[in-house]
């Protein structure tokens, strides 16, 4: 068995408002030194097959078909 542990995030193109609310929030709570902060997904899934090859095309199709948005996100993921 394997774990996806996937990111998912908007593209740095893309405004993200969530991640500027949260930001200016931290800057009022005196957290003057952040920029840039940015608000994505974590998703962590078993895999239950035979190799790390077939848990990486399941992780691969999950993210492209369902876990993201590819006109605005990009994902990244890793197996273990």
Do not use: W
Not at 36 to 45: A, H, L, V
Not at 49 to 76: G, W
Request: proline residues 2%; aromatic residues 6%.
């Amino acid at each position: 068995m394997f774990t996806a542990k996937i990111k998912v995030t908007l593209r740095k193109t893309i405004l993200d408002p969530q991640g500027k609310t949260v930001e200016h929030s931290l800057k009022s709570l005196g957290y003057d030194k952040i920029s840039n902060t940015r608000i994505g997904k974590y998703i962590e899934m078993k895999i239950d097959v035979n190799s790390k090859e077939e848990a990486t095309v399941i992780a691969e199709e999950s993210c492209r078909r369902l876990l993201s948005n590819p006109v605005m996100e990009d994902y990244e993921f890793e197996i273990t």
